[in-house]
């Protein structure tokens, strides 16, 4: 494979673990799983679908934290290493009647999150940050039911860009994503058609309802996108992730979409925990000098783990398991 170019500035402090020796897998768990307990915060029932970035000499984040009383709700933290993370117990307010499941994607100067925001039903917040501690929300980019607002780390055509998956109230079997674009991210239109599940005869591990994960990375291979899929199996859902190749231009038009999933529930802490069976990505960070990269990912609704790989491998596999 030519050598692959990838944006995004050298990041030789993020994360990493090496392969373990005998492992053939592309995409490979963190030793010490998960990253972040459950309970890092004095009421904190779980810790999970969170978005970490790069942020100074270290790293910044917005972490999803259901308290002991069962509410959703978003937390700031900050870390040196991104392993060991510092997170404030004081919760970050955004008017909405919830707030989970963040994104955090850098654009020129303005860190902007986005999430699951509450408004007569999931819909998808924005704000704006330079400092991790005064955000300036926006309206939200929809009407309800959607989830899953995932930014493009640049302009695209002059227009900002997001992927969402529609949805409705509950958690029911449909889902695909969609993209949409803005000229002042208060106004969001032309939408297009991305992706729907698949076949289950073809890939079953996405065959129920799929949603975007961490912001994309370019490269010249396109945007690589990590994605969740669901399986409707007979003991409930089973969440896992892959990978797709976008057009970098007309990133609702599908390169490529890996077959066989990258990583799924295996291990306990992803098998038992209030949701079972869920790895759900949400960030990612990655070294462009060296082609790392380290997926941030809830397990079971409960912990954060954390996963590593090569961008080049991983956009290897996606060709070569191609079902498009």
């Known amino acids: 494979m030519e050598k692959i170019k990838i944006e995004g500035q050298p990041l030789p402090n993020m994360p990493w673990e090496e392969r373990p020796e005998g492992c053939k897998s592309v995409v490979w768990r963190y ?4 990253v972040i307990p459950r309970d890092l915060l004095p009421d904190s029932n779980s810790i999970f679908n969170s978005a970490v970035v790069p942020f100074k000499d ?4 917005v972490f999803r934290c259901d308290d002991t009383n069962r509410r959703m709700a978003l937390h700031v933290g900050f870390s040196k290493d991104g392993i060991k993370w510092d997170i404030n117990p004081e919760v970050q307010r955004f008017n909405g009647d919830y707030a989970y499941d963040p994104r955090v994607c850098k654009i020129e100067d303005k860190y902007w999150v ?7 039903g999931p819909t998808i917040g924005l704000a704006w940050t330079t400092d991790f501690k005064t955000f300036n929300q926006v309206e939200n980019a929809f009407l309800p039911y959607n989830r899953n607002g995932v930014l493009f780390p640049r302009k ?3 227009r ?4 969402s998956r529609p ?22 239109g032309h939408h297009r058609h991305v992706m729907a599940p698949a076949p289950f005869e073809v890939s079953a591990w996405q065959c129920m309802k799929i949603g975007a994960g961490p912001i994309p ?39 490529a979409r890996s077959g066989p999933y990258l990583l799924s529930p ?16 949400c960030a990612c960070l990655h070294d462009s000098a060296t082609g790392r990269v380290a997926i941030y990912y809830g397990c079971a609704d409960t912990v954060t783990g954390l996963a590593f790989g090569y961008i080049p491998e991983i956009i290897d596999f996606t060709k070569k398991t191609n079902i498009l």
């Not at 270290?58 to 984040?61: M, N, R, S």
């Not at 409930?236 to 992730?241: E, K």
């Open 160 to 163: 900002y860009a997001m992927l």
């Open 266 to 281: 295996q291990t306990p802490y992803e098998c038992m925990g209030d949701v079972p069976n869920v790895a759900f990505p």
């Open 167 to 188: 949805s409705d109230t509950g958690h029911t079997a449909f889902g695909d994503i969609f993209y949409s674009e803005s000229p002042d991210m208060e106004f969001w």
């Open 114 to 120: 986005s999430w699951c925001n509450g408004y007569h």
């Open 31 to 34: 030793s010490a799983n998960p």
């Open 58 to 61: 270290g790293f910044a984040g």
């Open 217 to 255: 990375i370019e490269t010249s291979e396109g945007w690589l996108l990590f994605y969740h899929g669901v399986l409707r199996s007979c003991n409930g859902y089973v969440y896992s992730f892959g990978s797709a190749l976008l057009d970098l231009d007309q990133p609702w038009k599908v390169i």
């Open 156 to 158: 695209i055509g002059g």
